[in-house]
């Protein structure tokens, strides 16, 4: 597919072809300072079926765009067939497709990927795109439009500034505003967070607990379970399949410690949960994609004894039948300060940041400002009809 300017556009069919979706990332992102090269193994986990049990509900078509024979650009174009069942009014729905895992070495390159994205997604019967989103919902949606001066945290993506305006200017207009919180942790919490603590730990019906790893299966279940519910009307939301829990579960147990990960319960019924990780890109961030020579026995050394000045909250959640109740407000700051505790004392912990949240979640949004967090990055999600998606 030539799309004029030298620039041709091919679809991934080989495995050269996805060797060259994966390293060109690196090579455009080399000289951010503030881009933390993933590992490539797990890169390609992602891209690959029968690796990531997203593919088994969802069409995806890779594409990389080249210029004089250089690859100089890459995307995703995907349809998830969960998140068409969705409620339009939640964000997904029939007819949305999306595209992600962008890169682009120039506005022009960037413009035909998208138009290439469009026209498939045009051509699998889509007429509305909702981007970027790589590729499910869990994973890194939006883009990064603040926050470019200092490294993402774990599981988090960042982003050549310069993308923004080359999306708006193919007519991409803000379908939603995803925000995370920065949040000093040495020092504790206000007075009020203090006291509606400890109002909690006087109610005997309530009980914060640890995870075990002894039976990780078993909570990482609870949890997984525990935030379809919780999420569950929230904008964007798709739910999560019982292989993609296991999977995640699987995933995440290396970088798991019990004490920061708490789940409560109301009179012994799991109702609300908080995770947090460490952040292990500062583990990663040297290695430049790869665990060899040397890069497998420094990560293997930081997972066992992680001294993490900087934590990251990605999943939080009250169960549904809870949420907007005196109660649901009370667990979440019992859960906050109980793993703020143990990541100050066991892992030098200085910071956390928690998110991404919703911009319209007022009451994560209440909780963020009560315990005295504050904006530090801002993802955006774009949306356009593709009814008569550009050739």
């Given at each position: 597919m030539?799309?004029g ?11 050269a072809?996805t060797?060259?979706?994966i390293?060109?990332?690196?090579k455009?992102?080399?000289g951010?300072p503030h881009?933390?090269?993933p590992l490539r193994s797990e890169?390609?986990?992602?891209i690959?079926?029968?690796?990531n ?7 995806v078509?890779?594409?990389?765009a080249?210029?004089?024979?250089q690859?100089?650009?890459?995307i995703s174009?995907h349809?998830d067939?969960l998140a068409l ?7 997904m729905?029939p ?8 890169e ?5 390159v960037?413009?035909?990927?998208i138009r ?6 045009k051509d699998q019967?889509?007429?509305r ?5 790589s ?11 603040q926050?470019?001066d200092?490294s993402p945290?774990?599981?988090m ?5 310069d ?9 991409y207009?803000v379908?939603k505003r995803l925000?995370t919180?920065?949040?000093p942790?040495?020092?504790g ?6 006291r509606i603590v400890?109002?909690?730990e006087?109610n ?9 790893k ?14 379809n519910d919780?999420?569950s009307?929230n904008?964007g939301f798709?739910p999560m399949?019982?292989?993609?829990i296991?999977?995640?579960?699987k995933?995440l147990?290396p970088i798991?410690h ?24 500062e583990?990663?961030?040297?290695m ?6 040397f890069?497998?026995?420094k ?8 001294k993490?000045?900087?934590?990251r ?9 809870l949420?907007?109740?005196?109660l ?5 700051f019992?859960l906050i300060?109980y ?19 919703l ?11 009560a315990?005295?967090a504050?904006?530090?990055r ?7 009809a ?6």
């Amino acid at each position: 597919m030539v799309a004029g300017q030298d620039i041709v556009i091919q679809p991934v069919s080989t495995k050269a072809q996805t060797k060259q979706f994966i390293e060109i990332a690196y090579k455009l992102n080399a000289g951010d300072p503030h881009w933390v090269p993933p590992l490539r193994s797990e890169v390609a986990k992602l891209i690959t079926p029968g690796k990531n049990p997203f593919f088994e509900h969802a069409r995806v078509q890779f594409f990389i765009a080249l210029r004089q024979g250089q690859v100089v650009g890459r995307i995703s174009a995907h349809i998830d067939e969960l998140a068409l069942e969705q409620p339009p009014e939640q964000g997904m729905g029939p007819g949305t497709g999306n595209w992600g895992l962008m890169e682009a070495s120039d506005e022009a390159v960037m413009h035909a990927l998208i138009r290439a994205a469009e026209v498939w997604l045009k051509d699998q019967g889509m007429t509305r795109v909702l981007a970027p989103i790589s590729m499910s919902v869990w994973e890194e949606p939006g883009i990064l439009t603040q926050g470019h001066d200092h490294s993402p945290m774990i599981m988090m993506g960042h982003h050549n500034a310069d993308y923004q305006g080359w999306i708006e200017n193919l007519g991409y207009s803000v379908a939603k505003r995803l925000v995370t919180y920065h949040l000093p942790v040495e020092d504790g919490f206000p007075e009020l967070v203090k006291r509606i603590v400890a109002s909690g730990e006087r109610n005997k019906r309530l009980h914060i607990r640890r995870v075990d790893k002894k039976y990780f299966d078993r909570d990482a279940a609870i949890i997984m379970n525990l935030l379809n519910d919780a999420w569950s009307s929230n904008w964007g939301f798709v739910p999560m399949t019982d292989h993609e829990i296991e999977h995640a579960g699987k995933s995440l147990k290396p970088i798991v410690h019990e004490d920061l990960i708490r789940i409560a319960e109301l009179e012994g019924e799991p109702v609300a949960f908080m995770m947090t990780l460490p952040d292990m890109n500062e583990a990663i961030r040297t290695m430049n994609g790869s665990l060899w020579p040397f890069g497998w026995a420094k990560l293997l050394w930081w997972l066992k004894f992680p001294k993490s000045h900087s934590m990251r909250v990605p999943l939080m959640g009250v169960k549904k039948e809870l949420q907007n109740s005196r109660l649901a407000s009370q667990m979440v700051f019992m859960l906050i300060e109980y793993i703020r505790r143990d990541a100050k004392l066991n892992f030098g912990t200085k910071r956390a940041e928690i998110g991404w949240i919703l911009e319209d979640n007022q009451g994560m949004v209440a909780i963020a400002e009560a315990i005295e967090a504050t904006i530090n990055r801002e993802y955006l999600i774009y949306e356009k009809a593709i009814t008569t998606a550009n050739p």
